[in-house]
């Protein structure tokens, strides 16, 4: 064990890449709370007022992160999945509907609209990797019910066009959240633009209880509907029994008092875990410098984003595949589930519903794909094709030996 700057207890696991950037700071204030609540018996996120040994995690877990959001309410689920899924049925979402949802996003944020009984309608993304608003909004047709523009890597998505569009033509916005917890976006928090944020706590993300979910909204009724989705009917905030007062049908994605007191603990140490990034990040663009044929990705919001990834966007394909190779790594288009035409269980679903996404189907997404690259800043994971990079520890001198491998790379 070793003691950081800001008297955070980590564990210095044998293993020493961890997946995400939450995970290194796993450390005595979770261990406290995981125990707080063993030695109580009370595991359940229900509980009487009164009683001492009701330690509420998941209630102050709730009221905490509404509170840094800048939001009403939050409801603790089970996913980031779950998030995304009551979202879509809060709002009324369901067949015949259409849901606009960037080609670059991990497989989850189509299949919450699938599951919704709604049809997700994939449009382009431009050089921030997020939604392009032009093609969103060249996809809007009458069955258009929402949009979900997902914060991805860590870097908010062009909200004050989305935004625009959703209020012409009268959309409803899901932000999905799940890469991009204590993000901002030109002073705002992501999560508090649209009807919903939804947020995930799973291994990879900026903080974590291994798995679980958030989702935030500032609409009163909707934040009724959202919890008695998530469980049974119950109104929010339920201590005892009700009987007979549901009006809703629900089902269980409940977060129980383990998860929520790690949760918790995570979330107060979730601006350090930003600024962290952030820091290390300017160091390795710092050590980068400017590279022949190579940009970085455009953020909307240099200051705002998470910081979790570093991508690098290639002029030329071919030159991003050679860069690739000689760092172990793949290209974006190359890595797993985060990019539609490597979505196999997705393509055939939306082609029986007379969509064609295979590879193809969004050039310019296919483009920006073959000519990146994820360095990994905080978010270790083959899956998002980054495998290669630094993470949130890393030293002064093991970030200028990282520049060092891709500059050479690049120049070979
Ligand atoms: C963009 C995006 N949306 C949704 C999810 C789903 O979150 P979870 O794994 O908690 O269900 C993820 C998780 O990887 C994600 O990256």
Known sequence: MRETARGCFVFLLKKSVMPGPGSYLIGEDEITGILEVLRSGHLYRYGSADDDQFKRKVHT?????????GVNHAVAVNSGTTALWIAMKSLGIGPGDEVIVPAYTYVATYTSVLFAG???????????????????????????KAIVPVHMLGNPAQMDALLVIAERYNLKVIEDCAQAAGARYHGRVVGSMGEFGA????????????????????????????????????????????VGRRD??????????????????????????????????????????????????????????????????????EHAQQVAKRLNTTTVSASGWHVYSNMEHIIKELSERGYDIRRGA???????????????????????????????????????????????????
């Open 61 to 69: 877990l709730e009221a905490e992160f509404a509170k840094f959001v």
């Open 118 to 144: 709604a049809t997700p309608v994939l449009a382009e993304v431009d050089d921030t990797l997020t939604l392009e608003p032009e093609d969103v909004a060249a996809r809007v047709t009458e069955r258009t």
């Open 199 to 242: 947020f995930s706590l799973n291994y990879f993300k900026t903080f974590t209880a291994g798995d679980g979910g958030l989702l935030v909204t500032g609409d009163d009724e909707l934040f009724m509907r959202a919890f008695g989705l998530h469980d049974q009917g119950h109104k929010p905030h339920r201590l005892g029994t009700e």
């Open 248 to 317: 809703i049908l629900g089902m269980n994605f409940r977060m129980n008092e383990l998860t929520g007191a790690v949760a918790l603990a995570q979330l107060r140490k979730l601006n350090h875990i930003t600024e962290q990034l952030r820091a290390q990040k300017q160091k390795l663009k710092a050590a980068l410098g400017s590279l022949p044929g190579v940009s970085f990705r455009r953020l909307t919001d240099t200051t705002g984003e998470c910081g979790t990834l570093c991508t690098l966007l290639f002029e030329q394909p």
């Open 362 to 412: 969004f050039p310019k997404t296919d483009h920006r794909l073959d000519s990146a690259i994820n360095l990994s800043v905080g978010v270790v994971d083959g899956g998002l094709g980054s495998a290669f990079g630094i993470n949130i520890f890393s030293s002064d001198e093991e970030i200028a030996a990282v520049a060092a491998k891709v500059c050479e790379a690049v120049n070979e």
